[in-house]
């Protein structure tokens, strides 16, 4: 069973716009909430973090919006620029060493 | 630097054999984990370790083995039986707070 379900799995995004990648998660105990970029050939770094006892976390050109209630969250790309073309995970994190990803979504910003 | 060495960055094996991927950490961190990565199927759980000498299958274990003499070592051994080997590993550790750190991953592919 998917933990974390992640769409869309491909997204394209002219230059400047802004890129939505969304994530739901069952299991109200998840305690953080992490999103990776991963450059082909690399392995994932995280790119922002939130907690569920906060609604938005920006920054610079990244946001991560949390709706507790839905048990949904959304990373938000402003200005979207051609060196954000990567994959990106989200994650949920229980007691802070079990991690569960969603399947990935490959952005591509077209310049 | 800080950070997870993995190594070979690209392994070639033919069937049959066995082969370890290595995975050294210097951040010292108590857990680490090992991911298989295959396209469109985001990152896969394969072996975890809490503390030394003690470690616990993930998702996808069969095929795979591990050890954990050292804090800071955790290779993964991809035996004969896993029958699909070819795909890109991850290795990952936490000081626990719900972030990962990844290494930059091997490749292996099966001839």
């Known amino acids: 069973q998917q933990q974390v379900k992640q769409s869309p799995q491909s997204l394209i995004v002219q230059k400047g716009g802004i890129s939505i990648i969304n994530c739901a998660y069952e299991n109200t105990a998840f305690d953080y909430f992490p999103w990776y970029q991963q450059f082909p050939g690399k392995g994932p770094a995280l790119l922002i973090a939130i907690r569920p006892d906060v609604s938005e976390k920006k920054e610079g050109r990244f946001t991560i919006s949390f709706n507790k209630s839905a048990k949904q969250f959304s990373l938000h790309i402003m200005d979207s620029q051609p060196g954000d073309s990567a994959t990106y995970f989200c994650a949920a994190s229980l007691t802070g060493n079990q991690f569960y990803f969603g399947t990935g979504t490959s952005l591509t910003v077209i310049p | 630097d800080g950070g997870i060495t993995q190594s070979p960055k690209y392994l070639f094996r033919k069937e049959g054999q066995n082969v370890t991927l290595s995975c050294e950490q210097n951040l010292n961190h108590d857990a680490m984990y090992w991911y298989r990565q295959d396209p469109g199927q985001g990152l896969r759980l394969i072996y975890y370790s809490q503390i030394v000498n003690d470690f616990q299958k993930g998702d996808i274990a069969e095929g795979y083995s591990v050890s954990r003499e050292k804090k800071e070592s955790f290779p993964l051994t991809v035996t004969s039986a896993q029958k699909n080997p070819t795909a890109f590993y991850l290795c990952?550790?936490?000081?626990?707070?719900?972030?990962?750190?990844f290494g930059a991953g091997s490749r292996l592919t099966v001839l």
């Open positions: 990952a550790s936490t000081l626990g707070g719900g972030v990962l750190t």
